[in-house]
């Protein structure tokens, strides 16, 4: 199973981007969704997240610009950014937590100049 996660790019401050996370393959009883980010010299956090029947939770930087989704028929979870900050500019990694285990993405760039 391979995630591939697509979308990042570079925009302008207040703009939006929409990050796809796709899986290849076929992941069972998959409990939740997420993505998280990486900026240089800073740890991984934790974006946003959706579980199996739906529920979110958010960064409280990003609470009310960001929104998390996801398409169970497609194993595909989505991410809207907008109002982009400087701030939020990253490597965005989406992730899938299952019975199996976590999978990872290879990380999609986003960069927002001010």
């Known amino acids: 199973v391979q995630l591939q996660a697509s979308g990042g790019g570079l925009v302008q401050a207040w703009e939006s981007l929409r990050l796809s996370c796709a899986a290849s393959?076929?992941?069972?009883?998959?409990?939740?969704m997420g993505w998280y980010r990486q900026a240089p010299g800073k740890q991984r956090e934790l974006v946003a997240e959706i579980t199996s029947g739906g529920s979110t939770s958010y960064l409280d930087s990003v609470k009310g610009r960001f929104t998390i989704s996801r398409d169970n028929a497609k194993n595909t979870v989505y991410l809207q950014m907008n109002s982009l900050k400087p701030e939020d500019a990253a490597v965005y990694y989406c992730?899938?937590?299952?019975?199996?285990?976590?999978?990872w993405g290879q990380g999609t760039q986003v960069t927002v100049s001010s």
């Open positions: 992730s899938f937590w299952a019975v199996t285990g976590k999978y």
């Open positions: 393959g076929r992941i069972f009883n998959i409990n939740g």
